[in-house]
């Protein structure tokens, strides 16, 4: 006589957004018998619409405080500008005891458009999945997306333990990596390692556009793995990353005001011909990137091992 099932880790879970990271979360979750029953929403006719037809998760609602009623788990999963404006929304119908966390790449902003409107007993415990590819839409999510990645937690000073222990608990069992980190310094962290990255790709990518000396034909045909790299950073959500911007000003600029004096020192070396120091910069920067190899969170492949989603 086999065992019997484990009971689901959330009786009912509201995501409410359905993009990438929560249908990711969704196909995990349902693959791993995590959530009992899986709600959603969004606010995209057309977006629930698709959830609907492709059975994302168990039942999509029209509306937020319809999705969050009864939750035990709920997840923001919406453009940091708008993470506000649904707390406010769902605030009066969230159940005492449930625990709301989020997935936005910023957290200080964050922490500050929700935290108001989240009532007495309602666990808030910040969170950012550091996944992702450039694809979105209800139809990008796959479950493995988190296997081996880094998930970001950012408690507040009076988080409740057991409610962190139990989310930290859920992202575990996505596959995922646990760290905690001070929701200032996540906000920086994330500004060297993947927002001014990101503003980076799009400037060079807009470079290209507005050099009309080289045509579109010849950059979509010769493309070499650097701008093909930065063609596909720049293909991002772009509502999400105009959102990261604005929201994560200060830490960006700051990053974007070291990269250009780098950059400075770079043009100087080439202009006088000093290849000793582009060698010696080049070398230490090598190492990053073989770090992040044998750390796991990338590999040597050419594609990057971005070909096959599984």
């Known amino acids: 006589m086999s065992a019997p099932a484990a009971a689901p880790m959330f009786r009912r879970v509201a995501l409410i957004g359905l993009g990438l990271i929560a249908g990711s979360m969704a196909l995990a979750m349902r693959e791993s018998g995590l959530a009992g ?32 009623a009864g939750a035990d788990l709920v997840v923001l ?31 200080q902003s964050v922490i500050e458009a929700v935290a108001p409107h989240v ?9 950012h999945p550091l996944a992702g590819t450039e694809h979105s839409g209800p139809r990008s999510g796959f479950p493995s997306l988190f296997r081996n990645r880094w998930w970001l937690l950012t408690p507040l000073p009076d988080s409740d ?32 390692t993947s927002h001014a990255p990101h503003l980076i790709a799009y400037t060079m990518v807009g470079v290209a556009d507005h050099l009309r000396r080289v045509t579109d034909d010849e950059v979509i045909k010769y493309s070499a793995a650097g701008f093909r790299d930065f ?28 990269f250009a004096e780098e950059l400075f020192v770079l043009q100087r070396a080439i202009r006088m011909g000093d290849g000793q120091h582009l060698h010696d910069y080049f070398t230490r920067t090598r190492a990053i990137r073989r770090g992040i190899i044998e750390a796991g969170q990338d590999t040597a492949a050419p594609d990057f091992g971005r070909a096959g989603k599984e």
């Open 119 to 127: 009532p007495k007993g309602v666990h808030f415990i910040p969170g």
């Open 231 to 258: 063609t596909r950073i720049a293909a991002s959500d772009p509502t999400m990353w105009r959102d990261v911007f604005l929201h994560n000003r200060e830490a960006t600029l700051d990053i974007l005001g070291r």
């Open 77 to 107: 999963a919406v453009p940091v500008g708008a993470m506000g404006e649904i707390a406010a929304e769902i605030a009066p119908h969230l159940a005492p005891g449930a625990i709301l966390t989020d997935v936005g790449s910023v957290k």
């Open 161 to 192: 333990p057991a409610a962190v222990a139990r989310l930290t608990e859920l992202v575990r069992a996505l596959g995922a990596n646990v760290e905690t980190m001070e929701p200032a310094h996540h906000d920086l962290v994330l500004a060297v």
């Open 37 to 68: 029953r899986i709600v959603g929403y969004a606010r995209s006719d057309e977006t629930r619409a698709t959830a609907r037809e492709i059975g994302l998760v168990d039942e999509v609602t029209d509306s937020a405080a319809e999705a969050v």
